[in-house]
């Protein structure tokens, strides 16, 4: 009794017709320039190395004599840099690419963090329920209260403090990434576990139980497959804020060193600048921060709004 | 002239993979004083004919042809603002759940006399006043001081009569009824029936009352009108539609629903609604994968239930003394006999469900003892150990839209409980198994590969049998296995059960409110109400001569399909 394989499969097109959300997406012209915009700036951060005019690491390449040069098109500018240079004479252009990569990686590291956390603590507190959940919820409603910037610079303050001086620049990334996560769990907890309390009442869980299946496997095989869908889109929202939140302590100072600049370092560094006259080294990563950002939540209101139809 | 007329009613609703056409081509009328029935399963398009009516579809919804009149002048065209003065004015509405049709915010006082100087030129003391004889009316008692109250102070069928006032309010000419009794139990249900009925002919207002029930047909309804498919095919006087239908839909309709008077081998089989199913072999349990394993046997009880109570805390306290609990299950005890199928019956909050989940170990008992197989449940401490007796014991689940995983394929479904207990030696085995199953119940092995979402309400519940099925239980607790179903496909489902019932002499507690399914399924039954078992009976000495007050009651209510005798509903205290 073998399955029949000869069912004829439709075309690649006419299935992705079929699919609802497929379909919403390719009938929102905000929905496929959004994601083109951030498939753009994705895939050259990430191919930096291959596209970039210069490596902004390699101190071989830098000169200081290049320094403060302004964009091409401007009086005094060369060719070479087509956005200009910083103080250092490292070139712009590759310089955003490279630290567009480590504002990506920050945001996408951070809030999978954040959410793999909140959701584990959440769909845990939900099924669960007793004295677990009660400090789960209080301890993420008392985070809830401190804006999660502050919770971030403590976060990152503490790990700082912790590490051994020659390690920090090095393990920089990484504490940041770790900061901004822990700030960010309570929001994925609560959602998740919204979702928990909805879907453990329906009958497939009593099915789980009946069968045997213990509470990690039920929670782990049924319950969160089925409340990814809000957490997903809490998470597309949460990565333009994880980028945003590197992006401030940066600017701060708080967060990654400007030898191996963020988005955030070069608007900090341009910032000094500013007065001065060299616009340039502040506004260009300004700008870059801002159409990724703005790009990624677009794409996540039109996630919501695509698996939530009640909100529209 | 006719009170409400169309003619010629089409609805469609455009989407983007074509255009559904809900109703085709329908013409009806209503008099003063009739009550017209339109009945039809799920999806037939007796709703839509309704909300075409008032001009209150859907989006995209639309009426896209026909005509509608209201006692001779055309509504079909008229604007949003007089379609709004006709609405509530002169065409009533009751839906089905009462809940959402009250304002939870606002007293029934309030909504009453909104509503009341909305329609009806009347001052406050006057409005007040009719609106608490209005409530007289539809008999509630104390109106003076209930009409005081909130919606959320009233039960579940005084709530449906505040809906029936609420509907009455400004005298309309015509009401739509839209199930306005499903979500009742059957003695309120009856209750709120009779009252419709009485006051239609009172006031000689016209009813189109809508169900899927043909109880409830039967017993109310001076014409009936049968949809199909969003056509209509047959409409006449109640009684030659029921006693002597023309056409095969309406006929094999009729023959699907139980019958409360006689047990038969099987349902009747409708070929007419749904062809799939019924072409399954038999499974020959000495040679088939179902049967082995099966050696050890319990003896002559399979199930003794002893004392059991389970209880709910309704309102927390850190001291234990100030805790307060509601006992769903009240020190009830009952056994279950090896091959038997025993039944609970009893209305909504009786308890039933809760025996079973506790059973099933869903639920702690607080207290008694469950024995199973010849152990007691409430003593094994080690789940290794409870997952033996896990494995015996199955469930079905009445909702079929919620008891599949949405994001597991069907394969993955049933062969769960294969692979958690271990009952076959690899990947290749299990689906052989599963597929196996799946014919067995009717589905066909291709269904394996698909998600619930692509099956309906009934294949859905063949595939939650299918995975029951898969531990090779000797135990199944059936919880209202169909009565999220349509009568036609409910036939279907429980001829399996009886048919797998038979084949793997599986024991079975089945739980159902409706009388005839219990009749047509159960050896043995037990009456539940409050929490307590109050009387449990060979079935045919159970509707021959029930011993218990509450026993004769509830056969008294079950909706029969000749026209019942109603002086013994209406003497009947509205104990609700």
């Given at each position: 009794m073998a399955i029949q394989q000869d069912e004829k499969k439709p075309g690649l097109w006419a299935r992705l017709n079929d699919n609802d959300i497929a379909y919403s997406f390719f009938h929102s012209p905000i929905a496929m320039a959004a994601a083109f915009v951030t498939a753009l700036i994705v895939l050259s951060s990430f191919g930096a190395p291959l596209i970039?005019?210069?490596?902004?690491?390699?101190?071989?390449?830098?000169?200081?004599?290049?320094?403060?040069k302004p964009p091409a098109w401007e009086v005094g500018g060369d060719p070479a840099y087509l956005l200009g240079t910083d103080n250092q004479g490292r070139d712009m252009l590759s310089t955003i690419l490279y630290g567009g990569r480590i504002s990506l990686l920050v945001g996408f590291a951070s809030v999978f963090l954040g959410m793999f956390l909140g959701v584990a603590l959440g769909v845990i507190s939900g099924y669960v329920g007793g004295w677990f959940e009660t400090l789960i919820m209080r301890l993420a409603d008392i985070q809830l209260t401190i804006p999660g910037i502050l919770t971030a610079i403590l976060i990152n303050g503490i790990l700082r403090s912790v590490l051994p001086p020659e390690l920090r620049d090095e393990m920089a990334i990484y504490v940041v990434i770790l900061a901004i996560g822990l700030s960010d769990w309570p929001q994925f907890a609560r959602v998740a576990r919204g979702a928990t309390l909805v879907e453990a009442r329906k009958e497939y869980i009593q099915a789980a139980r009946v069968i045997g299946l213990r509470p990690a496997l039920v929670m782990a095989r049924h319950i969160v497959p089925n409340v990814m869908r809000p957490v997903l889109v809490l998470a597309t929202i949460g990565l333009a804020l994880a980028i945003i939140s590197e992006a401030t302590l940066s600017f701060l100072g708080q967060g990654v060193p400007p030898t191996t600049p963020s988005l955030g370092t070069l608007i900090r560094v341009g910032n000094e600048y500013l007065f001065s006259g060299l616009w340039w080294i502040t506004f260009f990563p300004a700008i870059a921060l801002v159409v990724l950002v703005l790009a990624v939540n677009l794409l996540g209101d039109w996630l919501r709004d695509t698996l939530n139809p009640k909100l529209r | 002239m006719s009170l409400l007329e169309f003619k010629n009613m089409t609805v469609e609703f455009p989407t983007r993979r074509g255009v559904f056409t809900a109703v085709q081509d329908v013409s009806l009328s209503v008099d003063p004083g009739e009550i017209l029935g339109v009945v039809g399963e799920s999806g037939a398009g007796k709703s839509t004919i309704g909300n075409a009516v008032i001009g209150l579809l859907e989006p995209p919804g639309r009426l896209a042809g026909g005509e509608i009149y209201l006692k001779g002048s055309r509504i079909d065209n008229l604007d949003e603002d007089a379609l709004r003065a006709i609405r509530g004015k002169r065409i009533g509405m009751i839906f089905q759940d009462p809940l959402t049709s009250l304002d939870p915010l606002q007293t029934v006082e309030q909504q009453l006399m909104e509503t009341i100087q909305l329609h009806l030129k009347q001052s406050d003391e006057e409005a007040r006043a009719s609106a608490v004889s209005l409530l007289d009316r539809v008999g509630i008692p104390d109106p003076a001081i209930r009409i005081k109250q909130y919606p959320h102070q009233f039960s579940g069928g005084m709530r449906q009569r505040v809906v029936i006032a609420l509907a009455l309010c400004a005298d309309p000419e015509v009401i739509i009824a839209d199930e306005p009794t499903t979500a009742l139990d059957v003695s309120i249900q009856a209750q709120i029936l009779e009252l419709m009925r009485e006051l239609c002919r009172e006031r000689s207002v016209g009813m189109i009352l809508i169900t899927h029930d043909m109880g409830v047909i039967a017993d109310v309804t001076d014409r009936v009108a049968v949809m199909y498919r969003s056509r209509l095919v047959e409409e006449g006087p109640t009684e030659k539609i029921l006693g002597d239908p023309d056409h095969d839909y309406t006929k094999s309709l009729i023959s699907a629903v139980p019958r409360p008077d006689v047990r038969l081998a099987r349902f009747p089989v409708v070929e007419y609604i749904e062809s799939a199913g019924d072409r399954r072999d038999s499974i020959d349990v000495a040679t088939h994968w179902l049967g082995a394993g099966q050696t050890e046997s319990g003896g002559e009880t399979m199930l003794r239930v002893e004392d059991l109570h389970v209880r709910f805390l309704t309102k927390f306290s850190f001291l234990k003394k100030n805790r307060i609990y509601l006992?769903?299950?009240?020190?009830v005890s009952f056994d279950i006999r090896q091959g038997e199928v025993f039944g609970l019956v009893g209305e909504s909050g009786s308890g039933k469900s809760t025996i079973a989940r506790a059973i099933a170990g869903l639920y702690k008992p607080a207290g008694g003892h469950i024995h199973f197989a010849g152990a007691d449940l409430t003593e094994v401490r080690t789940e290794s150990e409870m997952d033996r007796y896990r494995r015996q014991m199955q469930m079905i689940f009445q909702d079929p839209f919620s008891s599949l995983n949405p994001r597991m394929k069907v394969l993955d479904i049933v062969a769960e409980p294969i692979r958690f207990h271990g009952l076959a030696s690899g990947g290749a085995e299990t689906r052989q198994i599963v597929m196996d199953l799946l014919e067995h119940v009717g589905l066909g092995a291709e269904a394996a590969r698909k998600y619930p979402h692509e099956f309906s309400g009934g294949q859905r519940q063949r595939i939650s049998i299918a995975r029951a099925l898969a531990t090779r239980p000797r135990f199944l607790i059936c919880d209202e296995p169909t009565s999220a179903l349509d009568v036609s496909i409910q036939a279907q489902i429980l001829n399996l059960l009886k048919d797998l019932q038979a084949e793997l002499g599986l024991t079975m507690l089945f739980i159902s409110h409706d009388l005839p399914v219990i009749r047509q399924m159960c050896d043995r039954v037990g009456v539940m109400r409050h929490g307590k078992l109050l009387e449990v009976a060979e079935t045919e000495t159970l509707f021959e001569s029930p011993q218990h007050e509450y026993s004769r009651h509830l056969l008294d209510l079950m909706p029969r399909l000749e026209v019942l005798s109603h002086e013994l509903i209406a003497g009947l205290e509205m104990a609700d």
């Open positions: 970039a005019p210069f490596d902004p690491f390699d101190p071989a390449q830098i000169s200081l004599w290049d320094g403060k | 006992d769903a299950v009240d020190r």
